[in-house]
């Protein structure tokens, strides 16, 4: 088993460790996409697992996992594990089978699989989802399902000494911060099940404003993807083409204390991948040295929240899953 790769103390936004995620370099090898995502100043990766970046169902899965793990400390890499291929698991449909499908065998071995790589390879979190509750399941029956599978994932990661992060996602039984502390508090309030809070999804769904958010969650936060996005739309886009107002968000996160990665997640955009990745980390540097010196563009103080015009809990709609 792997050693954690250590984190700076976070002190400012300048400070805060970016990452980019593997699911934007869908049309790399995984190699080639670490290389590229580690010269253009990343800190880190955040790794799907999926059919060509490490599938945890191929033979010679050991030596290939000490080959990615080699790889990472050449290139100085923290990482983290997500969870979120489309067709790894059934060809025919999207993410199935989820926790709350009739048969959550095969995803369940997945999660587990998922922790022992995180493990061997040292990763900070292991972030998964609930998943959307298939129509002929009840509402009671898809949550007793998911606090079961949640626990199943847990002894496993009890074992490997890994941490959890559960992503709440729009349309998914758990979407909402609110939804995360039901469920954190259904299985206990383990100390290895923490919360992958998503930047975008913050501005698609939640009631508060974006760094409000941030400070919600901030003694459980143990995974930070980031994203532009808009109220009540939940597509992944580009920074500066949503409604984020990022300094006071990357204020909220250094103020928090977090000092795991901050991935850019951006899983439409593998066409243009090593370009969307270099304008990326250029905006959240911009965006963080604007936090660091107390202000925003518009001369507002960095920790103070987003504006009304921005962030303001009008509802949710119009809503679809990634």
Known sequence: ?????????????????????????????????????????????ALTLDHDHLDPFVPGLTRRIAAVGRRLDALGLGLVIETGARYLLDPWHKH????????????????????????????????????????????????????AGCASVLDAADSGGVTLGFEPEPGML????????????????????GITLDIGHCRCLEPWPVPQCVAEVADHLVNVQIDDMRRGVHEHLEFGTGEIDFPPVLAALAEAGYRGLVAVEL????????????RSIEFLRSAAATA????????????????????????ATNRRVE
């Open 1 to 45: 088993m792997s050693v954690p790769r250590p984190a700076p103390p976070t002190t400012d936004a300048t400070t805060l460790r970016l990452g980019y995620g593997t699911n934007g370099f869908a049309n790399h090898r995984l190699d080639d996409a670490l290389a590229v995502i580690a010269d253009l100043g990343y800190d880190g990766v």
């Open 96 to 147: 199935a089978p989820t926790l709350l499908h009739d048969d959550p065998t095969r995803r369940i071995e997945f999660l587990r699989r998922a922790v022992r790589i995180g493990a061997d390879l040292g990763a900070e979190a292991v972030s998964f989802w609930a998943g959307v509750r298939p129509a002929t399941v009840t509402p009671q029956c898809a949550w007793d399902r998911l606090v």
């Open 174 to 193: 758990v979407e909402s911060i609110t939804d995360w502390r039901r469920l954190h508090a259904a299985l206990g309030a383990p100390a290895r099940f």
């Open 267 to 278: 899983p439409r955009d593998s066409h243009a991948a090593p370009a969307v990745a270099a």
């Open 292 to 315: 660091s010196a107390g202000r925003t563009d518009d001369g507002v103080p960095a920790g103070v929240l987003c504006s009304a015009s921005t962030d303001a809990p009008e509802p």
